[in-house]
Nanobody
Framework: QVQLVESGGGLVQAGGSLRLSCAAS????????MGWFRQAPGKGREFVSA????????WFADSVKGRFTISRDNAKNTVYLQMNSLKPEDTAVYYC?????????????????WGQGTQVTVSS
């Protein structure tokens, strides 16, 4: 059974940092794209960042470029989202996702597996 479990969310002041973790289990993800999405209250789920576990490609939404980085620990089968210079508009529930056949990185429907989400709140 595939599981993606996020952790690391919390309350932080604007300008601060958080690191989110996504522990993946239940299968080998070497041929998967691993992504982070977020959903603010009253809004749809939006793409944040992703990487190709089998390669070196990474992608970022324009809104987080230069502030967020994505990385992985192969030994722990864990994906990280380092978030720096946080802004109040970054407040959302952040979700980890995994997809095998991704044609459009930012397309929610193309991801096969999702975590339960972790809340990030940035105060002004």
């Amino acid at each position: 059974q595939v599981q993606l479990v996020e952790s690391g969310g919390g309350l932080v002041q604007a300008g601060g940092s958080l690191r989110l973790s996504c522990a993946a289990s239940g299968r080998t993800f070497s041929n998967y794209v691993m992504g982070w999405f977020r959903q603010a209250p009253g809004k749809g789920r939006e793409f944040v960042s992703a990487f190709d576990w089998n390669g070196i490609s990474t992608w970022f939404a324009d809104s987080v470029k230069g502030r967020f980085t994505i990385s992985r620990d192969n030994a722990k089968n864990t994906v990280y989202l380092q978030m720096n210079s946080l802004k109040p508009e970054d407040t959302a529930v952040y979700y980890c996702a995994a997809g095998r056949s991704i044609r459009t990185i930012a397309e929610v429907d193309e991801y096969d597996y999702w975590g339960q989400g972790t809340q990030v709140t940035v105060s002004s």
